[in-house]
C-alpha cells in the first residue's frame, strides 16, 4: 500500500514563497508518476505539476508555469513543490498524488493514491 505524507504549506503574504514537500512509502511505486493538484473554495480539483521518477521530466498548469518548481529526492523519496511569488489566487488545499504508471496527466480520476492535503493561504 502507497502512503503518501505532505508537508509544509501555512500561510504568506502576496508574493512571497512557501514550500511543500511529499514523502512516498510503501512497496513498488518506484516508477509511479507523482504529482500536485490543488482545489480552492466552490472549484474543481485542479493540476497543478507532476514530474516522473524515472526520467525527471516534469510538467506544469500554464498558471504557474515560471513560478512553480517540483523536483524528486531519490535519497529520500520525497517530491518537493516549491512555490515562489504567490498570489492569494493561489490559496487552495494542495494534494500530493501518485499514479501507478510511469507518466503523468492532469486528470484528477486517473491518479490511485492521495495524500490529506496541507493548506496554503495567500494573503492581500
Known amino acids: 500500500q502507497v502512503q503518501l505524507a505532505e508537508s509544509g504549506g501555512g500561510q504568506v503574504q502576496a508574493g512571497g514563497s512557501l514550500k511543500l514537500t511529499c514523502a512516498f512509502s510503501g512497496p513498488s511505486f518506484i516508477s509511479y508518476g507523482r504529482s500536485w493538484f490543488r482545489q480552492s473554495p466552490g472549484k474543481e480539483r485542479e493540476f497543478v505539476a507532476g514530474i516522473t521518477w524515472d526520467g525527471g521530466r516534469t510538467y506544469y498548469a500554464d498558471s504557474v508555469k515560471g513560478r512553480f518548481t517540483i523536483s524528486k529526492d531519490a535519497a529520500t523519496m520525497t517530491v518537493p513543490l516549491q512555490m515562489d511569488n504567490l498570489p492569494p489566487g493561489d490559496t487552495a488545499v494542495y494534494y500530493c498524488?501518485?499514479?501507478?504508471?510511469?507518466?503523468?496527466?492532469?486528470?484528477?480520476?486517473?491518479?490511485?493514491?492521495w495524500g490529506r492535503g496541507p493548506q496554503v493561504t495567500v494573503s492581500s
Open positions: 498524488t501518485a499514479l501507478c504508471s510511469p507518466v503523468v496527466v492532469p486528470e484528477v480520476d486517473d491518479y490511485d493514491y
